[in-house]
């Protein structure tokens, strides 16, 4: 019987089934719990990073009242069943504007309990710096053509302006902050500073001398009296107001106009000329350059780098107020957008050209910090026309605008994968195949700006200055 019996294996399931069940019970409970406790401090920590970003965006400049911000923002978000063990352990506010925010709360816990615990304690820790807090530099690539004449111009003059002062008045941002202001038209004015540098080329005043020989008239010969008929055009003659075109925009001007007379007979003495030998014939040319630069050979117009690659001057031709390179002097920055001035035709690329070279580190311009450092790159294009102007390296005296957009849009391709954020803005250009190709330009479709009107610039550039300043969770 007693053989039988330890041979018997009869009921062990249920037997063994009954030792484990206290640990797989413990086991399952706290796989529950503790994937509920990751939830709700997921959820914590939600409300820890709202409070401090909503601080951080504050105009509130006392600590006391920032930190109280912070405080009753994180309790008024934070997830309810902590119950009365939540709790903020500090907030803090250092030299640099870093706001930050350490808080903890006991989870009440459901299966666990049976093991005996009743909470498990989660901490969470946001922190964000107010203002931008990082390093920034802007082009502002902003249309001077003649299609901004007028209000346009003053729009725009008065939306760079107000933009740029927001980054000046805020004391966590302004030594942070590096502009550039790159006024375009047809053509780009670099400055003639740069004259005798080496990525630069026809860029040195001078005047040519050329002679040539011609027969050498000695005398005349067969003289005999013509006559002829003609109108004299002098008669009724008054001034007429007409309309031309300065970059497609119309504009009002007074000519002189005469009705012809009667057909009159005139009489004049002809002679034929006698030549004998030769004489040597000079005349000057003079080539002066004002800071204007043309496209460089194709495959490089579009691309920044290769300085051995030459810009070439444009000699005896004006395109408006020079460019200024990346700079945080708030006055220089202010003196150039108010000396912009409209005039010429548009050739779109060439201004997000040197808009790019400004944030590049390489020459024509080194003040821009190497691509691969944590300074934020941006780049702000601003245009009321379509492309009027073609590039014909490197003049750009083409009509072919199908190529200029063409180029535009691969010059921003580039340049946006050099990790340069671009923002666009048109004005009454949103159905014209420029207009389409801008909107491509910009780096999403949410930084991609279309107004009929350009007293719209202001809120425009007041929201992407809001956006580049705006504040990120420091971890």
């Keep these: 019987m007693l053989r039988k019996f330890f041979k018997d294996t009869g009921g062990n ?24 406790a990751m939830m709700k401090k997921d959820e914590l920590q939600n409300a820890a990073d709202s409070a401090v970003l909503y601080a951080a965006s504050s105009t509130e400049t006392d600590e006391t009242k920032l930190k109280d911000i912070v405080k009753k923002t994180f309790l008024a978000n934070a997830p309810k069943n902590f119950e009365t063990s939540l709790n903020v352990d500090s907030v803090t506010i250092d030299s640099s504007g870093t ?51 007028g209000q346009k111009l003053t729009d725009l003059k008065t939306a760079a302006t107000e933009m740029v002062k927001t980054f000046e008045n805020d004391s966590r941002s302004r030594d942070k902050v590096k502009f550039s202001v ?51 055009y002098n008669v009724n003659c008054r001034q007429v107001t007409k309309t031309g075109y300065n970059d497609g925009a119309p504009y009002q001007y007074q000519e002189w106009v005469c009705d ?8 004049y003495q002809a002679c034929d000329p006698v030549y004998s030998g030769t004489e040597k014939i000079c005349y000057n040319n003079t080539y002066t350059w004002y800071g204007c630069v043309g496209s460089r050979n194709p495959g490089y117009d579009t691309k920044d780098g290769y300085p051995s690659q030459t810009w070439p001057g444009i000699y005896n031709t004006e395109c408006g107020v020079p460019l200024l390179p990346l ?110 190709k801008l909107g491509k330009c910009a780096s999403d479709g949410s930084m991609a700006y279309s107004l009929n009107d350009s007293a719209a610039l202001r809120e425009i550039f007041k929201k992407i200055g809001k956006e580049i300043m705006k504040p990120r969770l420091s971890m």
């Design 327 to 436: 700079t945080n002097n708030y006055s220089s920055i202010y003196s150039k957008i108010t000396s912009m001035t409209a005039n010429y035709e548009t050739y779109i690329q060439a201004g997000i050209m040197w808009g790019w070279n400004t944030l590049s580190q390489e020459a024509p311009f080194t003040e821009g910090a190497p691509y691969d450092s944590d300074v934020r790159k941006y780049m702000i294009v601003m245009t009321d026309g379509e492309n009027t102007r073609s590039a014909n390296w490197g003049l750009h005296n083409d009509y072919n605008t199908a190529a200029a957009d063409a180029a535009m849009l691969e010059t921003c391709e580039n340049a946006k994968a050099r990790k340069i954020n671009v923002f666009t803005i048109g004005v009454g250009i949103a159905n014209t195949a420029t207009g389409e």
């Design 182 to 232: 790159v006024p375009f038209s047809v053509y780009v004015n670099v400055g003639t500073q740069y004259r005798a540098s080496t990525w630069l080329r026809d860029s040195q005043d001078q005047t040519i001398q050329t002679c040539y020989d011609q027969a050498k008239q000695t005398g005349w010969t067969n003289c005999r009296t013509e006559t002829y008929q003609a109108y004299p």
């Design 99 to 149: 706001i930050s925010l350490n808080a903890s709360a006991d989870l009440p816990l459901a299966l666990m309990r049976i093991m005996g615990q009743q909470s498990a304690r989660v901490s969470v820790l946001a922190q964000s710096m107010r203002g931008s807090g990082d390093d920034v530099e802007i082009a502002l690539v902003l249309d001077n053509t003649g299609s901004m004449s």
């Design 260 to 267: 012809p007379g009667q057909l009159t007979t005139y009489s």
């Design 13 to 36: 399931f249920g037997m063994i089934t009954a030792i484990l069940m206290v640990p797989l019970i413990a086991a399952a409970g706290m796989g529950v719990d503790y994937s509920t």
